[in-house]
């Protein structure tokens, strides 16, 4: 049996087999895969695919980057008083699909994620490195347990997609209680 991920299999099935773990390709590699195939934004696509050249594909096929920045525009205006207001102006937000709503979650993950350790001076590889400037500025004034809870929702919400709960709902749910955490004094 071969898994990508195995938090995500039963107890019962990692008890019966064997595990070997193989290590993912480094960014550079996965960013020669990407540039052979004419992929805009090589290294930006396999940085954030973190070693997987399957997944920085379909990245690039999904426009990644896009849904990134605008994963990243959602969360500077997080803490606004006009968190609906900016949602409703959004274009993008009017039919997300269910795979749209799942990488936006996937790429607001992934900017907490580097928004937290970057807080917390952990040294690593992050998966947003050549926005970690304006990553670093935008959390400056979350508190550490915020990035945490929004990490937290931000599993809910994919999960919430996940199963057909409505992508535009799930992404407005999330950002208007993300918004009233923020608030909080």
Known sequence: ?????????????????IQRQFKGLTVKEVSAILAAQ????????????????????AYAQADAITWRDRAFTLLEN????????????????????TQQGLL??????LLLRDGLLRKDAVHCAYYNEDILLKIKACFAP??????????LWAGDSTR???AYSGAKGVIEGFAVKLNILRREK
Request: proline share 7%; hydrophobic share 45%.
């Open 104 to 109: 936006l979650m996937e790429m607001i993950t």
């Open 78 to 97: 997080i803490g606004t008083d006009s968190i609906m207001e900016f949602l409703g102006e959004q274009e993008w937000l009017e039919k997300p699909t």
């Open 142 to 151: 979350w508190p550490s347990v915020h990035l945490e809870k929004a990490l």
């Open 1 to 17: 049996m071969i898994a990508t991920d195995i938090n995500k299999l039963l107890p019962t099935i990692l008890s019966r087999v």
């Open 38 to 57: 004419e992929i805009e934004n090589p290294e930006i696509v396999a940085s954030l695919a973190d070693g997987s050249p399957g997944k920085a594909i």
């Open 160 to 162: 919430g997609i996940a």
